[in-house]
């Protein structure tokens, strides 16, 4: 690991090199009233100057003062989207004279550009490492995820503010970004300078920093840098107490709590498609009109639905209240059983895009709290 | 032996196979569900590559004598002449799908079930006994048994798509009863309630559209009807909390399918 500087105007030129390797680059920018990730064609495109509030069911998109390019969290959207798109045709076969002529599309050679993803934070290193682990590390590889995974280019940032819903310390997945990138940022903006600590994470990270105007870090910018995701640390007021978890939750699966919950959810599975590690999906079998060609599709899919559990003779999950104890239950314990990991990173997008602003924190608390 | 059997499959194939027949009703609508099978154009050809459309009125004068393999019933039922002819529908079909919320929920013409439709038709007629209307305006499935029912105002093309090449491929049709904010989410779009404010039916409506409203930054009306499992009244206690008043609360749920009955019974909470 090696340490650089550089100065904020020559974030452009990072871009550019990155680019320059023939990298598809994906950044944060602010569209539809929202940070979002998208193709991004330097630096002109990142969110400068803005930031979001964020809180029980609520995003606001705000203008700062600087120009501040990273000072903002966890958007609507994750870089699961890249990785795991929510809509993928899978499998195409035609009616032949022979029988079937088939084709899976995971088995074809990529066609498009490696992806770099620009200005990911840690919590979503730690989903990005989780989907991994998932799709690539157990007994079936997904070959559609393993197919764009392949060769990304990761530049990862340091959050240097917390969000209004963010409990990454809790989940031991930030704010410092630790593994998992080829250069990690981050940015320093006060009366005298705006710049970037740059920490290497691999060769080709240190590779594409040698292009690109950058001194050594000097001791007082590291000391800076520490201080700064110190201060990010200090400022995040949601917990969950992680110790023991997983019992307390199967300990208690008739808990008041989940029945009182199971009132206010609304069923409408948007934590679920903005959590950066839900990995569920369905399937689904198309026809032509004459019956030649059929097509299967791959879509996101959620535990809230009652199709989801659905079973000859009906859904398994059919109440309110066993949908939502299963997805917080998956999360903080059978996923430990499951995958060695907890199934949640802390990012906060599930408080903050439930339409009705259910906590997951505080679920956890108040089933804590008082166990049955 | 051999070649006589080889011979009569032949001619078997060759004999011309009878295309399934599909016949359009209406009864009280605007007629823009139908229209949306116009709207399929190119594909409309592919599907008459399949099926015999057989009486199909918006698009052709030709009808053809029932019975009718697949039905598309359009519209609600308000009048004693239509209860009766809805069964004669049913009587010449052997599989008979609902298209649009007037025939799945009664329409927007069923705000009238919450009011006295006689005050109506003194209000707005000038000769009323010429009138002869139902108290209530209610779905197909009220009056027959319905195989399988196409929710939208209207509804969504590639939809009745789907359920048109599912009959004739002996298929089950990919039609989903989870939210709105699915498409949303899929499709990435940000969602306008976390992030203006109220109001979306979204969260308690049924997908369908491919999330059109949003996709134009205007909140769900909701032309779907309720999701599975809707919480309409955790939704809306959300919304008091943010100042949303009871009147438009009644507004928002008195839509296209108002007489749906989570709609419904949402509405009526709100009612003064």
């Known amino acids: 690991m090696k340490i650089f500087v550089f100065e904020c105007a020559e974030l452009d030129n990072l871009i550019a090199a990155i680019k320059r390797r023939r990298f598809k680059v994906i950044g944060p920018t602010v569209s539809d009233s929202a940070i979002i990730y998208a193709e991004i064609a330097g630096a002109s495109d990142l969110p400068i100057g803005w930031t979001d509030e964020q809180a029980n069911g609520s995003y606001r998109l705000k203008r700062r003062d600087d120009n501040a390019v990273f000072a903002w969290n966890a958007g609507p959207q994750s870089w699961k989207k890249f990785l795991f798109p929510p809509v993928q045709k899978i499998f195409i076969t035609n009616k032949s004279t022979k ?18 993803f620009f200005g990911v934070r840690s919590c979503e290193l730690n989903a990005i490492a989780i989907q991994d682990k998932i799709f690539l590390e157990g007994p079936y590889i997904d070959p559609l995820y393993r197919q764009k995974r392949a060769g990304i280019f990761i530049v990862a940032v340091n959050c240097s503010q917390a969000g209004g819903t963010c409990f990454c310390d809790s989940m031991q997945t930030g704010p410092k970004a630790v593994s998992g990138f080829d250069i990690a940022l981050t940015e320093i903006l006060d009366d005298k300078r705006h710049c970037f600590v740059a920490e290497t994470g691999t060769a080709a990270g240190e590779e594409i920093l040698a292009s690109i105007k950058c001194t050594k870090a000097a001791d007082e910018d590291i000391t800076e840098a520490k ?20 019992n307390v939750l199967y300990q208690n699966s008739e808990h008041p709590r989940w029945e009182h919950t199971a009132e206010l959810c609304l069923t409408c599975a948007n934590c679920t498609m903005v959590c950066p590690t839900c990995f569920c999906t369905t399937v689904e079998d198309v026809t032509d009109i004459g019956g030649k060609q059929a097509e299967r599709i791959r879509k996101w899919d959620s535990c809230f639905m009652l199709d ?51 906590d997951i924190t505080e679920e956890v608390k108040a089933i804590r709290e008082k166990q049955t | 032996m051999a070649t006589k059997n080889k011979k009569s499959v032949k001619a078997a194939a060759q004999k011309k196979i009878r295309k399934p027949k599909l016949a359009v009703w209406k009864f009280s609508s605007c007629d823009g569900c139908q229209l949306s099978l116009l709207d399929c154009e190119d594909e409309l050809l592919t599907v008459a590559e399949y099926i015999e459309i057989a009486n199909f009125p918006e698009a052709s004068r030709r009808v053809i004598k029932g019975p009718y393999d697949i039905s598309l019933v359009e519209g609600s039922i308000t009048t004693p002449h239509d209860a009766e002819r809805i069964h004669q529908v049913r009587r010449q079909s052997k599989f008979l799908v609902t298209i ?16 006295d439709v006689k005050k109506f038709i003194s209000a707005v007629y000038a000769n009323p006994k010429f009138i002869e209307t ?45 939210s709105v904010c699915v498409e949303c989410k899929r499709r990435g779009i940000t969602c306008g309630l976390v992030a203006h404010g109220p109001t979306c039916l979204g969260p ?14 205007r909140g769900c009306f909701g032309c779907f009807g309720p999701k599975e499992t809707p919480n309409t009244s955790a939704l809306c206690a959300y919304w008091q909390t943010l100042g949303v008043k009871d009147e438009e609360l009644l507004r928002l749920f008195r839509g296209f399918n108002a007489y749906a009955e989570a709609f419904r019974k949402e509405s009526e909470a709100h009612e003064n």
Do not use: M
Not at chain 1, 99 to 116: I, K, M, V
Not at chain 1, 326 to 341: C, E, M, N, P, Y
Not at chain 2, 204 to 217: E, F, K, N, R
């Open chain 2, 134 to 178: 139902l108290n209530k305006s209610t779905p197909i499935a009220d009056h027959v048994f319905v195989d399988f029912e196409l929710r939208g105002c209207p509804v969504n093309k590639y939809q009745l798509l789907e359920v048109i090449n599912a009959y004739l491929n002996g298929r089950k049709p990919n039609t989903p009863s989870y």
């Open chain 1, 227 to 246: 201080r700064i995701t110190d201060r990010t640390r200090v400022q995040i007021h949601r917990k969950v107490d992680t110790a023991d978890l997983k």
């Open chain 1, 99 to 116: 029988g079937f002529d088939s084709q899976n599309l995971g088995e074809q050679t990529p066609g498009e550009s490696r992806y770099a």
């Open chain 1, 308 to 358: 989801f559990s659905y079973i000859h003779g009906g859904s398994v999950r059919a109440s309110v209240k066993s949908r939502y104890r299963q997805w917080v239950t998956h999360k903080f314990a059978s996923w430990l059983d499951q995958f060695g990991t907890f199934g949640c990173v802390g990012c906060g997008r599930c408080i903050t895009w439930c339409p009705v602003g259910i």
């Open chain 2, 204 to 217: 308690v409506t049924q997908a369908g559209c491919d999330a059109l409203c949003p996709s134009y930054h």
């Open chain 2, 100 to 115: 649009g919320a007037c025939a799945t929920a009664g329409g927007i013409q069923a705000l009238r079930n919450f009011k």
